[in-house]
């Protein structure tokens, strides 16, 4: 098959969009499939396009065999609405120029968030009369709500509201990532037929990363209970609580924070950590993705929290990645994200907002030498069992099929 994918984040980008698309891809490729990807110049979370793509309309690249297309993309490091907007809606005008290059393609993979690249891939399902999937990782513009980014009865709502029913209605396949946004879906009133469960996964590979041993030099990592969040900071991960675990653990020398990322709320986390005048927190910044695998052999533990108890149907790729590299979670949620943590015993659950749970959760690991060992033991089997990104890419690969056997 000759596969396109249409995504607003790739590689370099990092962030759970970029880590499931590069991650599916490059699986595909090893299928056997010829894979294209269509996105913008890389610039996210910081708003800023990467210095070697600056002044380019256009550049092309190939990573481990996927050919990649990139386009204009508005960036800024302003944070509004209407820049946000800006971002998204100028790739969806600009990845149409794919259309120009006149390559054979089979059929049309659009991730979301955000929502308004399914236009893009509705229009060029089309003109190319080939079958549309759209890969719902959060549902937009409903998540933005639940998060406090929109309102309800506001304008931008209703307008996204209605886009978002233009593309389920013009999209063959609705792939989802769990079963919480499948049952979604369905009480919306999409047919249970349209909707296929595509997991987000682990990729094997990830732990034959070799081990950067300058990272424990420069970040102090070593003889310290390091407890590590690697991911975006942003509004709906709800870093706050660790900020405020951090000065209640204040006193134990041995307990350190660490916080790969970065994001539109790093700053006001640095400030957070200033004006308590904390010395157990570690800022990083942004790091590349393989840098990751080492951030987590040093660790102790991981810490994986949502802002809104609301977001019951998120599982965040980095959830999977800890508990495969053999290190227990202390997940802030509630939903899906539980029953991955439950089913693997891999971990500790507190309810999002409860810093006292939190911190006490924290102490547990921290203490229970026998818990520890067992959550270490077990998230590893049961990740690499029911996660791997490579049967995942095969369930995908066989649902492709199907769809274009039906659409001929």
């Not at 386009?71 to 509004?80: F, M």
């Not at 399902?125 to 933005?144: N, Q, T, Y």
């Not at 709906?236 to 020398?253: M, V």
């Not at 790093?266 to 157990?280: H, T």
Request: aromatic letters at 10%; one cysteine or more; glycine letters at 6%.
């Amino acid at each position: 098959m000759k596969i396109l994918f249409l995504t607003q984040f790739f590689s370099p980008e990092t962030g759970a969009a970029s880590k499931r698309v590069y991650g599916l891809a490059r699986q595909l490729v090893k299928l056997g499939h010829e894979v294209h990807v269509v996105t913008g110049m890389p610039n996210y979370p910081t708003g800023r396009i990467k210095d070697e793509y600056k002044k380019k309309f256009f550049c092309f690249e190939e990573i481990d065999g996927i050919k990649v297309s990139r386009y204009y993309v508005y960036a800024s490091n302003k944070r509004s609405t209407i820049n946000r907007l800006l971002n998204y809606f100028s790739l969806v005008l600009s990845s149409l120029f794919f259309l120009f290059k006149r390559r054979q393609i089979d059929i049309i993979i659009t991730s979301s968030p955000p929502l308004f690249l399914g236009i893009s891939g509705v229009i060029m399902s089309k003109i190319k009369k080939i079958p549309h999937v759209f890969d719902i990782r959060d549902i937009w513009p409903d998540v933005a709500v639940e998060i406090g980014e929109i309102k309800e009865n506001s304008k931008i709502y209703k307008m996204m509201k209605k886009i978002e029913k233009f593309i389920y209605e013009n999209s063959d396949i609705l792939t989802v990532v769990t079963n919480g946004k499948r049952a979604n879906l369905i009480k919306n009133g999409v047919s249970p037929n349209k909707i296929k469960l595509i997991s987000n996964g682990f990729d094997e590979e990830f732990l034959e990363i070799p081990i950067n041993k300058e990272i424990a030099d420069k970040y102090n990592l070593i003889g310290k209970f390091n407890l590590l969040y690697a991911g975006i900071i942003g509004i709906a991960q709800g870093i706050d609580i660790i900020i405020e675990s951090a000065e209640k653990l204040k006193s134990n020398n041995e307990i350190q924070f660490v916080l790969v990322g970065n994001g539109v709320e790093l700053e006001r986390m640095k400030g957070l950590v200033k004006e308590k005048k904390l010395n157990n927190v570690i800022f990083t910044g942004e790091q590349p993705h393989v840098n990751i695998r080492s951030f987590l052999y040093y660790s102790s533990a991981a810490l994986v929290p949502l802002k809104s108890e609301a977001l019951k149907d998120s599982v965040p790729t980095k959830l999977y990645e800890a508990l495969g590299a053999g290190k227990p979670v202390i997940l802030c949620a509630s939903g899906d994200s539980v029953e991955v943590v439950n089913e693997s015993n891999g971990g500790l659950i507190v309810k999002p907002g409860d810093i006292d749970s939190f911190v006490e959760s924290i102490e547990k690991l921290y203490k229970d030498t026998e818990l520890y060992k067992a959550c270490t033991i077990n998230s590893k089997e049961y990740v690499i069992k029911n996660y791997s990104r490579k049967s995942i890419a095969k369930t995908l690969e066989k649902e492709l099929e199907l769809e274009l056997k039906k659409s001929k």
